[in-house]
């Protein structure tokens, strides 16, 4: 590829000199970051620098001062290997570092951070990291999460507004801008939220798809040459372009025609050259990814006008300029919301209340009396049943719970019945039943959206299916967020459905993110408990996994009270005395452990039931509790989960039985495949029995 040429002609286009400096500045600080970490994608940043400043400049409502302002706009950098690009615009625009939810007087991205890019303990990561650094409204990195993330912030910010915006009063009206890449477009991720968005006419949603036509293999001729355009159009979304990246005039029109587009989301094509300015190596895939050397570094700051022998250089003027634009037009911006809001308030406390405990995590004092306690009953109920009751009692309470299921509410029991409830649809953005059609992986993007606009949101499919959900579930334990999942139809219990559809290591690989919570009741009321647990859990994300078949309802003035889910473990039966042997489970397994248990009492044998539901929440207890529960010295132990028995050793001990699936399942009626698979009370008596028997032997 030819060389930039260092006529007036071919400069990029900008209003002025200072915002030409400033653009420039964004380009030269990426390229001395990732060429001093060794490691970084310095392309994209260069070639998207002027629609980025522009939109940061001119366009984004942010007061940099206050970057927790509630009606702020957000931005996503949805292709997160770019991330120079957003570590330039927070140092720059001069945005504040939060400490403990408070905003100090450091910045948020120090000159220094920028140089410590991608080492360690640095709060410049590879790629951004929501609560790591200030600034960032969303992990991402993963191609395709953060365009549904932004989907679910734009929902947030239509679904606050039906609900608190009052005439005279607009408390929320956010706008959401997510900067998008060839990559992210070719995830089937994005593609799901997309659709879902001109669905749902989401007019306060723009994507920015720098189409720069290079990957890392190539040219993305590669693999990707279909008409986005159209695809977008197809999708219901207003499509606009930029045919030079480096026309700013340009991109103030096409910001400015999404504001003034209604009833559809925009999508802005910006025609960008990967690695602009470098003259060896733009529009080649070779700067994608890889530092650009010394040598063509000083090429592009002879190009760009810079100094040569200087390095992380910032000109003068440049940070006077971000103050001026997004510095003084955020604050203006913010301040006036402020009195917005406090006039509100003097007018709608119990609204400005609601908002305030929103957005702070906090419940009602009284929220918990509504959780339903069940009588006991051999037939019971299925534990999705339960949870459609509990849920629904809760979201009485709590007006800013919302959510759905991937086409699977009849089935999930996750749809809000109470009257007012409603749909969430394009004329009706503040109803509190999604409907995420069938799309689990736009799902969780989306609800990890709507839980970083602090909503307590959740979704809802088949435990099978949370497989097509496992990158957004462990990007919400990554960023802390108390969103949360139902997860139905839990095991082999499926029944005629087959092997397809009956979850068998599911459980197993929930249970290995780190930072999820993960229940799975044995009865009514566990399921009552444990969503008492996800409701008070700040900054944690749970997932709940129910059964499709009838569960018995425990007595429990005969056994212990299902508050002891809260600890994770609790000793459910026990005569009292040393037992001779444990039995442990989970689920629907509990009612197997119990039917031991009773025949072990009548054969003169102490044995002691622990129902399970939560690893997590069990190893967060101190060990006195849980070596409690579990004694150490006593080995004779049988574990009862039908699923994957990876992980179960750590509680039946090196010597104990360990009951469960260690193949897939079969189609067949229940009680068929709970006979072939050995899910019966009299296998775990034989198992106990052996236990005990191994026990006296050593």
């Given at each position: 590829m030819d060389a930039p040429r260092s006529t007036s002609d071919d400069r990029p286009r900008a209003p002025g000199n200072i915002d030409q400096l400033c653009i420039n500045t964004i380009r030269t600080l990426t390229v001395d970051a990732v060429q001093k970490a060794n490691?970084?994608?310095?392309?994209?940043?260069?070639?998207?620098?002027?629609?980025?400043?522009?939109?940061?400049?001119?366009?984004?409502?942010?007061?940099?001062?206050?970057?927790?302002?509630?009606?702020?706009?957000?931005?996503?950098?949805?292709?997160?290997?770019?991330s120079m690009l957003l570590y330039a615009l927070i140092h720059l625009s001069g945005i504040k570092r939060l400490k403990d939810g408070k905003v100090t007087n450091e910045p948020a991205v120090s000159l220094d951070d920028i140089e410590h890019f991608r080492q360690i303990d640095s709060v410049t990561p590879g790629h951004p990291e929501y609560g790591h650094t200030t600034g960032v409204e969303t992990t991402t990195g993963p191609?395709?999460?953060?365009?549904?993330?932004?989907?679910?912030?734009?929902?947030?910010?239509r679904w606050l507004g039906a609900h608190y915006n009052r005439p005279g009063h607009t408390v929320f009206d956010f706008n959401v801008y997510t900067i998008c890449s060839d990559g992210d477009l070719m995830e089937g991720v994005a593609s799901e939220a997309a659709s879902l968005a001109g669905h749902l006419g989401l007019d306060n949603l723009c994507w920015i798809y720098d189409s720069n036509t290079v990957t890392i293999e190539g040219h993305t001729e590669l693999a990707f040459?279909?008409?986005?355009?159209?695809?977008?159009?197809?999708?219901?979304?207003?499509?606009?372009?930029?045919?030079?990246?480096?026309?700013?005039?340009?991109?103030?029109?096409?910001?400015?025609?999404?504001?003034?587009?209604?009833?559809?989301?925009?999508?802005?094509?910006?025609?960008?050259?990967?690695?602009?300015?470098?003259?060896?190596?733009?529009?080649?895939?070779?700067?994608?990814?890889?530092?650009?050397?010394?040598?063509?570094?000083?090429?592009?700051?002879?190009?760009?006008?810079?100094?040569?022998?200087?390095?992380?250089?910032?000109?003068?003027?440049?940070?006077?300029?971000?103050?001026?634009?997004?510095?003084?037009?955020?604050?203006?911006?913010?301040?006036?919301?402020?009195?917005?809001?406090?006039?509100?308030?003097?007018?709608?406390?119990?609204?400005?209340?609601?908002?305030?405990?929103?957005?702070?995590?906090?419940?009602?004092?009284?929220?918990a009396s509504a959780l339903p306690i069940f009588k006991a009953d051999a037939k019971g109920i299925a534990t999705r049943e339960a949870s459609g009751k509990v849920l629904n009692?809760?979201?009485?309470?709590?007006?800013?719970?919302?959510?759905?299921?991937?086409?699977?509410?009849?089935?999930?029991?996750?749809?809000?019945?109470?009257?007012?409830?409603?749909?969430?649809?394009?004329?009706?953005?503040?109803?509190?039943?999604?409907?995420?059609?069938?799309?689990?992986?736009?799902?969780?993007?989306?609800?990890?959206?709507?839980?970083?606009?602090?909503?307590?949101?959740?979704?809802?499919?088949?435990?099978?299916?949370?497989?097509?959900?496992?990158?957004?579930?462990?990007?919400?334990?990554?960023?802390?967020?108390?969103?949360?999942?139902?997860f139905t139809h839990d095991s082999i219990g499926v029944g005629e459905d087959g092997p397809t559809h009956q979850p068998v290591e599911q459980l197993a690989s929930l249970r290995a993110i780190p930072g999820l919570v993960t229940l799975r009741p044995a009865d009514a009321n566990e399921v009552s408990e444990a969503y008492r647990a996800i409701f008070t859990l700040k900054d944690t994300p749970a997932v709940l996994i129910l059964s499709r078949q009838p569960l018995p309802i425990f007595d429990r003035g005969k056994y212990a009270p299902a508050s002891g889910l809260a600890r994770g473990a609790y000793i459910m039966a026990d005569d009292g005395g040393e037992p001779q042997v444990i039995l442990i489970g989970t689920g629907s397994e509990v009612q197997l452990c119990i039917a031991a248990?009773?025949?072990?009492?009548?054969?003169?044998?102490?044995?002691?039931?622990?129902?399970?539901?939560?690893?997590?929440?069990?190893?967060?207890?101190?060990?006195?509790?849980?070596?409690?529960?579990?004694?150490?010295?006593?080995?004779?132990?049988?574990?009862?989960?039908?699923?994957?028995?990876?992980?179960?050793?750590?509680?039946?001990?090196?010597?104990?039985?360990?009951?469960?699936?260690?193949?897939?399942?079969?189609?067949?009626?229940?009680?068929?495949?709970?006979?072939?698979?050995?899910?019966?009370?009299?296998?775990?008596?034989?198992a106990a029995l052996r236990q005990i028997e191994q026990n006296k032997a050593s």
């Open positions: 490691s970084g994608h310095a392309g994209a940043p260069m070639g998207l620098a002027p629609v980025a400043y522009t939109l940061w400049q001119e366009v984004l409502r942010y007061d940099p001062a206050e970057p927790l302002w509630p009606n702020r706009d957000r931005f996503v950098l949805s292709c997160g290997h770019a191609l395709g999460q953060g365009c549904g993330n932004s989907v679910g912030m734009a929902i947030a910010s040459d279909e008409n986005v355009a159209e695809r977008f159009r197809g999708y219901g979304w207003h499509v606009t372009n930029i045919s030079d990246a480096n026309d700013c005039s340009r991109t103030r029109a096409t910001l400015e025609e999404f504001r003034e587009t209604k009833g559809r989301p925009t999508l802005i094509i910006v025609n960008s050259v990967i690695g602009y300015g470098a003259p060896d190596l733009q529009g080649t895939s070779k700067i994608h990814s890889d530092p650009l050397g010394a040598e063509e570094i000083r090429k592009v700051k002879a190009f760009l006008g810079f100094p040569e022998d200087k390095d992380f250089y910032i000109p003068d003027g440049v940070l006077e300029r971000f103050r001026e634009g997004i510095g003084q037009r955020g604050a203006a911006a913010r301040a006036a919301w402020e009195k917005n809001f406090r006039d509100y308030a003097a007018t709608y406390r119990h609204e400005a209340t609601q908002i305030e405990r929103c957005l702070k995590h906090e419940l009602p004092e009284s929220w009692a809760i979201a009485e309470e709590l007006p800013w719970v919302l959510g759905g299921a991937a086409d699977l509410a009849p089935s999930t029991k996750t749809k809000l019945t109470t009257e007012g409830m409603g749909a969430l649809e394009k004329n009706s953005p503040g109803g509190r039943n999604m409907h995420f059609g069938v799309r689990e992986h736009g799902m969780g993007a989306i609800v990890n959206g709507l839980g970083l606009c602090h909503l307590r949101a959740y979704g809802a499919t088949f435990l099978i299916f949370s497989d097509y959900m496992r990158p957004p579930i462990r990007l919400a334990a990554l960023m802390r967020l108390p969103i949360f999942h139902v248990y009773e025949e072990l009492k009548t054969r003169g044998l102490r044995a002691r039931v622990v129902s399970m539901p939560s690893w997590d929440l069990f190893e967060k207890q101190d060990k006195s509790y849980r070596d409690t529960v579990l004694p150490p010295h006593i080995t004779a132990r049988v574990t009862v989960e039908q699923g994957s028995t990876i992980g179960w050793d750590r509680y039946a001990g090196p010597s104990g039985a360990i009951i469960g699936m260690h193949t897939f399942g079969s189609s067949a009626p229940l009680k068929d495949l709970l006979k072939k698979f050995g899910f019966a009370p009299d296998k775990v008596v034989e």
